[in-house]
Structures are given as structure tokens and as C-alpha cells.
């Protein structure tokens, strides 16, 4: 990816790179351990002109979303850590 999805701007810095990862929650069974995992590289870039912070798409949100194990509705704590930073809170 050479350019921001949002604004259209050359991506000319990286603002975090941290290697290959997997996918998030792409639990292999057991029995396929040893076959080993896909992983993709996690290199954060982020836009001069918007500051849209952005990795390149390897997969589309409909494969890594497809059989995702964690919802954040799920999460009694998480929701009222987002209701006191939020309007919706107070």
C-alpha cells in the first residue's frame, strides 16, 4: 500500500512495526500445529496529511471476521470503561 485509504496521501512513515503476526483469534487446531500458521506483516503506517493511522489489507474483513471469538459487548468492564469516557456516560 503506497497510498492513505482515506485521503488518497503517499504513506511515507511507519508508525509501529512489529513483524509477522496471524491473524487476530486464528486458533489453529491442535492436530495442525505442526503444519504452522499464516501470518501477515504488522507494519502500521501512518498518513502525513489525515494522520489515519493504517496497515496494508492481506485479508478482507470478511475472512478475518467471519469466526471471531471476541465481541466487546461480552465484556461487563470494557462497557463501562467506554460508557465513562463517553458522552453516553455522563
Known amino acids: ?3 492513505c485509504r482515506f485521503c488518497g496521501a503517499k504513506l511515507n512513515h511507519t508508525f509501529a512495526n512489529l ?3 496471524p491473524l487476530s483469534n486464528s486458533y489453529i487446531p491442535v ?3 505442526d503444519k504452522g500458521q499464516m501470518t501477515y506483516p504488522l507494519h502500521a503506517r501512518v498518513c502525513d496529511k489525515c494522520f489515519l493511522v493504517q496497515l496494508e489489507e492481506f485479508e478482507s474483513p ?3 471476521f467471519a469466526d471471531y471469538a471476541y465481541f ?3 465484556s461487563s468492564s470494557w462497557l463501562a470503561h467506554a460508557r465513562a469516557c463517553s458522552h453516553y456516560g455522563k
Open 62 to 64: 470478511e475472512d478475518i
Open 19 to 21: 513483524g509477522m503476526s
Open 72 to 74: 466487546s459487548s461480552y
Open 1 to 3: 500500500m503506497n497510498t
Open 31 to 33: 492436530k495442525d500445529a
